[in-house]
Structure formats: C-alpha cells, structure tokens
C-alpha cells in the first residue's frame, strides 16, 4: 500500500489504477497504517518535504510521481488530468544529482532490447502523428524562411527540470549567444513554453529574444502555439538547456546540443556543454535511441486508457490521442448550424462541441467559421436560405457503425461523419472519404488495426443498425447460387446522388432476375421501409415474380452470410459483405465501388487506385468518422465503439402491420427523444 499525504495526487482520476499497489490517503495528525509500505510525493515539490520527512523518520522508501512523457490532450495548467504518469523509487529522472530508476532502466539494455520492436513503432507513431506531451497545439503555419533554420526550446521559470538538471536563467543566456555564435547564417527560432502561452507562468528567454531580435533580426520569439513535430521539420539543430522537447527532437533525427543534465544527456546521443556532462557520462555510459525509449516510455510510464478509465498501455494512449486531437482541430472556430430539429440538434451537439470551439444553432452567422448541415437535403436547405455563398459549408451523416436500432426510430448514433468536401455517398462529386482512399497506402500498423478490427466485427456480427433475427441458408437453395439483394429507400440521397440508371428497388430486383435466370435470390427490404417510416416497398407479386423469397425480419449479416453474392445499388451492406469475403455487384456507384474490390455497373474516373480491403476498412471506419460514447459525450476510437456495440442487446426489427403503427411509432419516437436529451444533458455535466 502507497501512503500519499498529497490532496493534489489524491484527485487524479483513476489513481488506483495508476499505483495498483495501493493507495491510502494519509493526514499529519493520524498514526501511518502498518500496511502502508511506501510513500509517495510529487517529484521535487515543497509541498511533499514533510511527507518526505516522516517516511525518513518511519526508514520508509520514497516514491516520488510525475507526469509522463505522453500526459494528456489539454495543458496540466488548464486541467487536463494526467493520462500518464512515472513512478521512481530511486530519485526522479530530471534530478542528475543522483541515479534515477529511469537511468537503471536505460543502462539494463538487455531488457530493453526485448522492447525494441515496440519501441520503433512507438517512436514513429509518436513522429508521424505529432504527439508530445500536451497535445492542443495544432501544426505550425506561420513563415518559414529559407535557408538553415535552429531551434532554442525555452522552459518555465523555475521548473524543478531546470534547477535538478544543473542549470539556472544564466545557461538560457549563454545557450542563446552560442546559438547565434555557432550558426552565423541561420534563423534562430526562439519557441516559448506552452504554460508560458497560456498566460500561467513565465519563461527564462522571452525579453532575451526580443533584446536579441532588435540587434540580429534573423531572430525570431515563436510566441504561435505548435506541435513539436510541425515545428521540427523544419529544423536541423536544437538547443535546449533540460527540455523534453530535446528527446523529441532526437526522435526526429536532429542533432540537439543540451546547457543542462537532462535525463536524455551524457548518453552519447546529444552535444553537452554543461560542465559536469563528462562526469555524468562516465556514471551513465553509452545507450541507443532505442534504449531511452524502451526504458523511459515503455518501461518507467505507467499509462491509463483514456476511454475505460483502466490500466492502458502506450499504444492505447497514443491511439486516443490522435483521434481526439484530429477531431477538435477538424472542429475549430464558431460553427453555425441552423434550422435543425430538436432531435438533429440534440444529436448533433456532442459531435460537433469541443473545449476549444462555439457551437451555435441560431440563423445568425456573424462570426461564423463554417455552417453545418445534415446531409444533401441541408445543403439545399442552407442554399435557399440565401446564406453567405462564400462560407464553407460542412454536411453530416450517419456513421457506418451507428447503433442497435433505426435512425429513423430515434436510436441516438454512436457515430457521425462530418465531411468539409462533400458526402461519401454522393458520387457526383469527391468526398474527404474518397481524397482518403485516393491520397495512398497505409503503414504497417495501420493495416494490421484495419484487420483486426475487420475480424472482430465479423465475429460479432456487427453492422450499422444490428437488428434483426437469426436466419440460415434456405433448404430450397441447394445447389443453386444465393444472390442477396437488400433494398434500400428510394428516395435517401444515396439512390438520387449514387445511381445512374437503375434508380428504384423493383427495378434492381427485376435486373437481378433477368440477369441470374437460375440463381436462388433473397430479397430483403430495408428496415426503414419496414417500419414504415420511409419509401421503398416492392408490390408483392413484383417480389413474387423476380425473388425466390423475402426476408422481413433477419439480421443482414446472417442475410450476408448466407449468400453467395450480394447485388446492390449502394447499399451499406455491399460493403459489409465484403468485410465478409463475399463478391459485391454494384448498380450505382456507392462509396466502396470503383477500386476494384467490386463487379461495377458504371466507374467513377475519379477512384484512381486498386485499394485492399483494409484499406477500404480503415479509412471508412476508424479514420473517416467520429465515433462519440453516448454517456460520456467524449470522443472514442472504433475499437471502443465496436465494444459498445457488442455490449449491447440486438435491436428489435419493427414492422409497421398493424392498425395502429403509426401511433406507436410515434409513441416510441417520442420516449426515445427525452430518453436522448436526458442523457446527453447528463453527460455534459460529467
């Protein structure tokens, strides 16, 4: 058991599962319990000396917490709470004074080199997503000049990594004249701490840089928040005194000369000037790139995932980091989104809210960044209005793994697309999801995630609504092949934007027929026209004369793997089957035709590259849409939503018979809005 005499400490979220061993909160004026085995400050803080003091006088060890080196999405000073942090029962790694249990781990490079594999990963996810420690800041855009540009990383005042690391406001000083000393030709880039942006604290170099810019005006005070990685492409030195930006640094390949003891120093990885860097080399010695890694990342951080609240690993981290930073800077500045409905905008609120943006849903647009609207029929809708022509305009949609239950019965959707170009299912035009299958191919990891999460869905039988019964191959189709034609509604934007000629369900049936004299062919209408909520249905004697048999109340994936071959004009369940390894013959041109996964009626000439099947995967479902969870009204990836998902009942198919449907639709309708609008007011207070 960890005894922690910290209130600070004792409210981070989920601590206990941050220090499994334990946690007990202690006071000054209470005995320490017997089970209490250690205690446990916040790195070097005065605030933990008396906790320090009775652990010395009890001959207990002391662990001393920070953050970690990935901590969160937000700042700590804006409070964001950390979702990493580092345990050291030795000292702490930005003291060079001493050892650190970080600097035995760095030094056991046999360990290390058993992590080496996932360390490389790691690293270039970290670079190629632009990851650090905080990640609110978005991607450098300011000028960038020509020529040779270097980097001089200033810290806070007073960081404890400064005064532990050997060094003082006079290194900052002398940091900065050799910058300029040794790089005669160069831009000098001066970047500011983002504490120091925040208006929390103070820097060491900010009136240094400005005294120095008005006499060599090839120096520049960075003063824009930026991603480090953005910045650092530009870059090809870095000086830093004891910053972590250093480390990053070495991970993009550049060469980085420290005024500090940093806890990368003396490894002889970095350029040191300290004068006590040949000391400090000889008690660390030598170690690889890797090596800091493994041991500072992988072994010494202890990790939370952010969507559970348990235990994590850095890849979960690092998987949550970038879709939720994607999905607040995709949502930047004030958004406008009129004439919406109670539902749509209930709905819509959690997908389009962030901590940084406005959201609005009044017809006023002064100040407005972009407009949003619902889809094709709210682009038309927007248009007539007579808004500004020259405001961007954003359509939403429903997402491909939307919920257990119709839309149009109010089931609340686990996910939502939101498309700046135009909409995945309208083929007359590009969508962003389309610029992503054109744009080219995936990394390694991202191949493996899209097939993993390809065969959890196939053995969850997961689809867009997941409703419906059980339903097996016919006896009546032995020997035959088993076409699957699911219907859709007629008059969704999907039929008026992604056909050509056949435009209709009976008319997809009857060319089905015509086309397939002797194939055994299941018709399965869409649930909506089921339900009776929108257009579509076939007369009977239409479906008697071109189907085999109807299917009413199946779930589709049962339907799919049923079949033989599913034939469609672009419906959702062509791409569905061929998740599931059945041929798809397109009749329209639906946002998974045309790269040559699919038979297609009519190509698109737009759709220039032959794309795998996970390629197809990953972008629709884990790259392309948001995916919110319904009680926390926070972002999640699609690992988290497919495990909602399967936590869930399957929904009942509704089929609108009976004399008095319509009330009861409307009856369910209605419960299911306040049953939405109550939980999404629950989670906004969360």
Not at 157 to 180: C, N, Q, S, W, Y
Not at 510 to 524: F, G, H, M, S
Not at 584 to 590: E, F, S
Request: proline fraction near 6%; charged fraction near 20%.
């Amino acid at each position: 058991m960890i005894g922690i005499f910290s209130a600070g400490i004792a409210r981070i979220p989920h601590l206990g599962q941050l220090l499994p061993e334990g946690v007990a909160r202690l006071a000054s004026y209470r005995r320490v319990p017997a089970s209490v085995s250690a205690i446990a400050v916040w790195g070097h803080r005065p605030s933990g000396h008396k906790a320090v003091a009775v652990a010395r006088r009890r001959g207990m060890p002391v662990w001393r917490l920070e953050d970690g080196f990935i901590r969160s999405l937000g700042l700590g000073v804006a409070g964001s709470p950390p979702y990493s942090i580092v345990v050291d029962q030795a000292g702490i790694y930005y003291d060079a004074a001493q050892p650190s249990t970080l600097e035995y781990l760095i030094q056991d490079q046999a360990g290390n080199a058993l992590l080496y594999p996932q360390a490389s990963e790691a690293m270039e996810t970290i670079t190629r997503l632009d990851l650090s420690k905080y990640n609110q800041a978005p991607p450098y855009c300011g000028v960038v000049p020509d020529g040779e540009v270097v980097l001089i990383v200033d810290q806070t005042f007073g960081d404890k990594a400064v005064t532990h690391g050997g060094a003082g406001p006079e290194d900052f000083i002398r940091m900065l004249e050799t910058a300029l000393e040794e790089n005669p030709d160069a831009t000098i880039w001066v970047k500011v701490h983002p504490d120091v942006l925040h208006g929390k604290k103070a820097g060491y170099l900010a009136e240094a840089a400005r005294k120095a810019a008005e006499r060599h005006p090839r120096v520049t005070l960075l003063t824009c928040n930026a991603s480090p990685y953005s910045l650092l492409q530009y870059v090809s030195r870095v000086y830093v005194v004891t910053s972590q930006y250093g480390f990053e640094a070495l991970m993009a390949g550049k060469n980085v000369t420290c005024f500090g003891l940093p806890w990368y120093a003396g490894w002889g990885l970095t350029e040191d000037r300290h004068p006590q860097a040949s000391s400090l080399s000889l008690r660390r010695g030598r170690a690889t790139l890797p090596d800091l890694f493994a041991a500072a990342y992988l072994r010494y951080s202890r990790y939370l995932d952010p969507q559970s609240g348990k235990a994590g690993t850095l890849n979960d981290l690092l998987m949550w980091l970038g879709m939720a930073r994607d999905h607040c800077r995709a949502r930047q500045g004030t958004l406008v989104a009129p004439g919406l409905s109670m539902w749509k905008r209930t709905i819509l609120s959690p997908f389009l809210q962030t901590p940084d943006n406005q959201l609005r849903f009044s017809p006023s647009l002064k100040g407005a960044t972009a407009g949003v609207v619902w889809g094709i029929k709210g682009e038309q809708q927007w248009q007539n209005a007579g808004y500004d022509a020259a405001l961007p305009v954003w359509r939403m949609e429903d997402g491909f793994l939307r919920s257990a239950g119709l839309g149009s019965h109010l089931h609340p959707p686990l996910s939502l697309v939101l498309d700046k170009c135009g909409i995945y299912y309208d083929a007359t035009r590009p969508s962003d999801l389309e610029t992503l299958l054109n744009r080219g191919a995936l990394t390694g990891s991202q191949h493996e995630r899209a097939a993993a999460l390809r065969r959890r869905l196939l053995a969850a039988r997961l689809s867009k609504y997941n409703l419906g019964a059980a339903f097996s191959r016919p006896p009546a189709a032995a020997g035959k092949r088993l076409l699957l034609v699911p219907g859709q509604v007629e008059d969704d934007a999907s039929i008026l934007t992604g056909t050509v000629g056949i435009c209709s369900n009976s008319a997809l049936l009857r060319t089905v027929r015509e086309r397939n004299p002797d194939a055994y062919i299941l018709y399965k209408p869409h649930p909506d026209v089921l339900a009776g909520n929108r257009k579509g249905a076939i007369a009977a004697q239409d479906v008697a004369r071109w189907a085999n048999e109807m299917v009413l109340d199946a779930d589709i994936i049962h339907c799919i793997r049923a079949a033989d071959e599913v034939h469609t004009l672009t419906s959702l369940a062509g791409f569905e089957a061929l998740m599931h390894g059945k041929p798809v013959t397109c009749y329209g041109i639906p946002f998974y035709a045309g790269w040559g996964l699919t038979q297609d009626e009519y190509p698109c000439s737009r759709r220039t590259r032959k794309i795998t099947l996970d390629e197809l995967v990953y972008q629709a479902l884990i790259r392309y849409p948001s995916y919110i969870h319904p009680a926390t009204g926070k972002p999640i990836t699609a690992e988290a939503a497919a495990t909602y998902l399967e936590m869930l009942p399957r929904g009942e198919m509704f089929i609108a018979k009976r004399k008095f449907s319509s009330a009861i639709n409307a009856y369910k309708k209605i419960k299911m809005l306040i049953k939405v609008k109550l939980n999404y007011n629950a989670a906004q207070h969360l």
